[in-house]
């Protein structure tokens, strides 16, 4: 019997899940990745295939999961994660959030397990608290587009805290804020994939509105930094995880021209409804119960992120459409 603590990580196929992955088998984990590849690419995971402290399984964790044997740990990272994706599968992304974090939460008792669950910024909606503390309950449209996400991840963290006081279940919660890096989707439509899609294919940018709304963007390797320490840490609370350095959406388009050397230009479309205004994190309580803070600068994490982008097969960047979901999407 190997001595390696087990850990499930669910949306193992995905940007941060595959990071997560890595992470934990470079810590001495032995790793069960889960995906059912929606959203999530074998790509992100193929160079761990080989490996013995690694396995996976393609599965819908909205349906009944089954881990053989012990298991020590468990990430629930499997969800679709932006505004497009949520769009386009929106009864899967309320599914995984809420039956999805059920199974999960079911299997960390039996297994006597302790479970992290990857939360978001969006849990504060369009905040009216600016930076955003813990402490805050957030400005959430329910029936709107983002509201299948945003209340998923609400119900989420209810009922995760619901087994922590009724089962007694060690739980861990991550508010997890805009995090960037190597294999994010080209196609996903956030602001990061979409500049850097467009200034490789040549097209202008699009900012969305005025561009003066604001985000904060995380590094992955801090993230998944802070999602390591928190797991590890005896605190059961929701915690901010997420860069503080806050940008408008226009000049962080504009630092992307200047990182790819082109010459596009940024045009302007209609700002999405419910679209944030604002968001950066009060990371304090992070700091004082993890003794985390993000190192990497913007300027050092997006040109690795170019990078990564700029060496995959140029018929990568024109992959636009969401096919791959129609073959697997039951309603
Ligand atoms: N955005 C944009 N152009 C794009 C994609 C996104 O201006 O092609 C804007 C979007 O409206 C939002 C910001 O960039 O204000 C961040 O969007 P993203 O989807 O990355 O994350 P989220 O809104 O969930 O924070």
Not at 118 to 141: C, I, K, L, M
Not at 142 to 148: A, L, Q, S
Not at 265 to 289: H, Y
Request: proline share 5%; glycine share 8%; with cysteine.
């Amino acid at each position: 019997m190997s001595a390696r603590k087990k850990i499930l990580i669910t949306g193992s196929a995905g940007f941060l899940g595959s990071h997560l992955c890595d992470r934990f088998i470079n810590e001495g984990f032995h790793v069960i990745g889960m995906d059912n590849l929606i959203t999530g690419r074998m790509a992100n995971i193929e160079h761990l295939l080989p490996k013995e402290e690694f396995e996976f399984y393609r599965q819908d964790v909205s349906k009944f999961i089954h881990i053989p044997g012990e298991l020590h740990y468990i990430l629930h990272f499997a969800s679709p994660a932006s505004p497009i994706d949520y769009l386009k599968i929106p009864i899967q992304t309320l599914k995984v959030g809420s039956l999805g974090v059920h199974h999960c939460l079911g299997l960390a008792k039996e297994k006597k397990a302790r479970i992290l669950i990857a939360s978001t910024s969006e849990v504060y909606g369009d905040p009216e608290v600016h930076p955003q503390t813990e402490s805050y309950w957030g400005h959430v449209n329910p029936v709107g587009p983002r509201g299948v996400y945003d209340e998923a991840k609400r119900f989420q963290e209810a009922m995760t805290m619901a087994y922590h006081t009724y089962h007694g279940l060690e739980i861990r919660i991550a508010r997890i804020f805009n995090t960037y890096g190597p294999r994010m989707r080209l196609n996903d439509g956030r602001a990061l994939p979409a500049f850097i899609g467009q200034a490789l294919r040549g097209e202008d940018l699009t900012v969305f509105g005025d561009g003066s709304q604001t985000r904060s963007f995380c590094y992955v390797d801090d993230l998944v930094e802070g999602i390591y320490r928190l797991l590890l840490s005896d605190y059961s609370q929701p915690v901010n995880l997420g860069n503080p350095e806050e940008i408008t959406i226009l000049d962080f388009a504009n630092e992307i021209v200047k990182l790819t050397n082109t010459e596009q230009r940024i045009t302007f479309k209609d700002l999405p409804q419910d679209d944030p205004r604002q968001r950066r994190p009060d990371i304090s309580l992070a700091q004082e119960v993890l003794g985390w803070k993000p190192i990497v600068g913007r300027e050092e994490g997006l040109s690795k992120t170019y990078d990564y982008f700029k060496a995959l097969p140029e018929t990568e960047w024109y992959q636009m459409d969401h096919k791959q979901f129609d073959q697997f999407i039951t309603k």
